[in-house]
């Protein structure tokens, strides 16, 4: 056989051989190849880098992407695990990615040096975040909530979790896989609400939250006074004391303590007092309970009488107050002074009231208001009785002030200008010109003083200036007797009895004693003062008295002393008029700057305002004074105004 064909044949057969094992060839002859490819996103939201490699026969010691921001010079570098001996290779970014960033990646292997493949690009929106789970699908407002998931956050955008439509805020502490919230107050009371996170506009898939409906059960004590502290019990309460608002008659109340089965507040200070509901609000829910708490409220039960004059004393018997409580009692329009004041009791005087209504019974309910907010007033009317009536005037109107004075239960003035005596009868209202003319000297400012069926005429001023004559008057025979001159002199002077003997006090200062059955006079130790057109002495019980402006004086006979024993707030003005003091039924009384009618109250030692003289221009006319029986007789003989003098009016004593 010849060998050319057999040659032919065998090369044949190589080309053909070698012609089938073309790719292997290369792949083994050449060098490592990596592609990059394109990213894609998977159901997830994670994003797929993807590449593909061509091994050639080489070893690979690692692969993997590099990838990172545009123009971030620093580069996330991650490697695929379980490399393939070739072609596709991929990585899944599940996290750390922000949205609305281009990023750039490309592929890599590396052999005995790093060989990249071509660099790509893919725009990132942003991961959808998955709800897996709530701690709780039920809860109260300001409880704490934890949503469990994927996804939770992101860096470049804000995290918003939302109860429906309304966003809660979220606790810093939280991360991609469980956030923490609060339930907010504003959260709708819905049976539902469903909760969502979102991130740049990606929403999560919702799970549902029940808000817990809060209940009442019960509270401790039933009652209370303002200031009490109240524990209502429940359930479904907020753990946030701040949530827990609770409202008494609408007034929010201070809240001490709170948990999710009970609340401690303290009542309120206000006006209502009664029974009504504790309403509880938690965020939007809003409920009552059913059982009433009582306020309790002061109540006047009776009182000890039911009329009276202005300046008695009247007891008003009460419940539901406390000794340390405020009051302020009313008679109408008028506040009444408050002398005692116990657990169930207030004592106190009667007001006076307004000038116009003087001459008139006055009805009005008494008012407690206690603390200045609660009130209560009584069911019936109390009456203030009718003090001050009006008498005959005096038939003279001389501008001169007078000395008035009481002798067998008629009223005498002894007239100036006329030198006669007015007698004024009570029992047919009239005044009464006497025939007997004082055979003396015109003058004013005598101290006229009646023992037994005699009247001393004692000092004063005669043409303006201090007068040393003493008189007698006998109303058996109506006839007047000079007496022996004065051994003191004063433009004003006042007196009192004590032990059987006349004291006489001085403008001056001095005090002298007259002893009605020798007719002699014996100077005592001076005052620590001198006055000028006020001064008043009485005695009280066994004190002796002497009134100035801004003092209260008391003597001690033994010591022949007199003290300053306490203050009272009767003053001295210019162009009104000065005080008078008259001593009735063992009280004393002063009309002060011609129009307030003061008591003094022995206990205290204190001037108590009880009325108001009745008159118009009170201030402004002369007044005197005398008494009959249990009433004061109050003259006001002439004054600057028209219309205002003469007057008079009777005022009923206690």
């Known amino acids: 056989m010849s060998k050319r064909p057999l040659l032919s044949y065998i090369s044949l057969m190589m080309i053909l051989f070698f012609s089938c094992q073309d790719n292997d060839f290369f792949l083994r002859s050449g060098p490592p190849t990596v592609t990059t490819e394109s990213a894609i996103k998977n159901a997830d939201e994670e994003v797929i880098l993807q590449g593909f490699l061509k091994m050639n026969n080489t070893e690979i010691e690692a692969l993997g992407f590099e990838y990172g921001e545009a123009g971030d010079t620093s580069r ?52 959808t975040p998955k709800v897996d789970s709530l701690s709780s699908n039920t809860g109260q407002v300001g409880d704490t909530l934890r949503i469990y998931g994927k996804r939770l956050r992101e860096k470049t955008f804000p995290t918003d979790i939302r109860f429906g439509n309304h966003s809660v805020y979220m606790i810093p502490a939280s991360n991609d896989s469980i956030l923490q919230c609060f339930i907010s107050h504003n959260l709708p009371i819905d049976d539902s609400t469903a909760v969502t996170v979102t991130i740049n506009q990606n929403v999560s898939n919702a799970h549902s939250f029940i808000l817990s409906t809060p209940s009442i059960h019960r509270f401790e004590p039933i009652s209370g006074f303002d200031g009490d502290e109240i524990t209502v019990f429940g359930e479904n309460f907020s753990n946030n004391i701040g949530y827990n608002e609770i409202f008494i008659n609408d007034k929010q109340v201070e809240r001490l303590t709170s948990s999710k089965e009970h609340i401690t507040f303290k009542l309120p200070y206000m006006k209502f007092h009664g029974k009504l509901p504790i309403k509880l609000s938690i965020g939007k829910q809003v409920i009552l309970s059913e059982e009433l708490l009582e306020i309790k409220g002061p109540v006047i039960k009776s009182y000890s009488a039911n009329e009276g004059y202005s300046g008695d004393t009247i007891s008003i018997v009460m419940e539901n107050i406390q000794e340390d409580n405020t009051f302020e009692v009313l008679f109408g329009d008028y506040t009444a002074d408050i002398i005692e004041h116990k657990n169930d009791s207030l004592k106190v005087i009667i007001p006076s009231v307004s000038r116009s209504s003087l001459l008139y019974n006055y009805f009005s309910p008494i008012k407690v208001i206690v603390n200045g907010l609660k009130e209560t007033s009584s069911s019936t009317s109390f009456k203030i009785k009718q003090q001050w009536h009006s008498k005959a005037a005096t038939p003279f109107s001389w501008g001169h002030p007078y000395t008035a004075f009481t002798y067998n239960n008629l009223g005498y003035i002894l007239e100036t200008n006329d030198k006669v005596f007015y007698r004024y009868n009570p029992s047919v209202d009239t005044w009464q010109r006497e025939e007997v003319v004082f055979p003396g000297e015109r003058g004013k400012h005598s101290l006229l003083v009646v023992k037994s069926n005699k009247l001393l005429k004692i000092g004063g001023l005669v043409r303006g200036e201090p007068s040393h004559n003493f008189w007698e008057y006998n109303f058996d025979t109506n006839s007047w007797t000079q007496k022996e001159n004065l051994p003191f002199s004063f433009t004003r002077a006042t007196h009192f009895e004590y032990n059987g003997l006349l004291y006489i006090l001085t403008n001056q200062g001095e005090v002298w004693t007259y002893n009605y059955s020798s007719e002699e006079f014996t100077q005592k130790n001076n005052l620590p003062i001198t006055f000028y057109d006020f001064a008043f002495a009485f005695k009280d019980n066994q004190n002796i008295y002497l009134i100035t402006y801004g003092s209260n004086w008391l003597y001690d006979p033994n010591m022949d002393s007199w003290q300053e024993n306490s203050q009272n707030t009767i003053r001295q003005y210019d162009y009104l008029q000065a005080p008078v003091g008259v001593y009735a039924e063992n009280t004393a009384y002063i009309l002060d700057q011609g129009q307030h009618l003061l008591r003094f109250d022995t206990p205290s030692e204190s001037w108590v305002k009880v009325s108001t003289y009745p008159g118009c221009g009170g201030s402004n006319a002369y007044k005197t004074t005398f008494t009959i029986d249990d009433k004061i007789y109050w003259g006001a003989t002439s004054g600057g105004y028209g219309g205002c003098t003469p007057l008079m009016f009777s005022y009923q004593l206690p």
């Open 76 to 127: 996330n570098v991650v490697y695929v695990k379980n490399s393939p001996d070739k072609g596709n290779f991929k990585y899944v970014i599940s996290s750390g990615l922000s949205s609305d960033i281009t990023y750039f990646y490309r592929a890599f292997i590396v052999t005995d040096s790093s060989i990249y493949g071509e660099t790509k690009n893919f725009s990132f929106t942003g991961y």
